[in-house]
């Protein structure tokens, strides 16, 4: 990945997310609060912005920046759950072209940042649900493949129980709903591919 691959990954979650954000709220009305879509469209809009002025030198720093806008820009905890994740990224990410391997590690380290957040753990019913498979499928086939495992988790999210975050205050309730932030996730991990 190069430094314009990474804006134009950015800009394709931006696009995502707001196509998606209807869906995202739908899925977060169920068992949270409800503001999950409309949250992260206006984060990855104020994205967009921030990036278009923003010379950066390297793919860390178009990440590093994505994250800072996240948390200063998007409620709720899935701004500073992704902008950390970003953030993390971006700090390993120090070249203007980085290798699969490193891109792997900076996933690894995105993964690690919102786990040291949110304390979630496999199985909790959150974003860790998605983001896990989908760095093991990176490293092993790629960005497709990491799409698809993401996907593929998030969807099986609706048997789980939430035991982190609002969804986790219904217990049982929370089965049979998937999980918004695996979906988003999802997301961000289709826009890769």
């Given at each position: ?34 503001d999950h879509g ?106 497709q493949a990491a ?28 089965i049979g709903h ?16």
């Open positions: 990945m190069n430094v314009e691959q990474a804006r134009a990954w950015i800009a394709a979650i931006a696009a995502t997310v707001e196509a998606e954000a209807e869906t995202l709220t739908r899925l977060d009305s169920a068992i949270g609060d409800g409309a949250n992260l469209k206006r984060g990855f809009a104020a994205v967009r912005t921030a990036l278009e002025g923003f010379e950066a030198h390297t793919v860390g720093d178009v990440l590093t920046k994505t994250g800072a806008t996240l948390i200063s820009k998007v409620g709720g905890a899935s701004g500073p759950l992704y902008g950390s994740a970003f953030r993390a990224m971006g700090k390993t990410l120090t070249s203007p072209d980085v290798t699969t391997e490193q891109f792997g590690d900076a996933l690894d380290a995105g993964l690690a940042a919102i786990r040291k957040l949110g304390g979630a753990q496999p199985g909790d019913k959150t974003m860790v649900d998605a983001w896990l498979p989908a760095v093991a499928a990176f490293r092993k086939k790629g960005p799409a698809t495992a993401a996907e593929e988790a998030a969807r099986a999210t609706t048997d789980l129980q939430a035991r982190k975050g609002r969804a986790s205050y219904l217990g049982e309730r929370s998937q999980d918004p932030g695996a979906t988003s996730t999802a997301l961000i991990f289709r826009a890769l591919a």
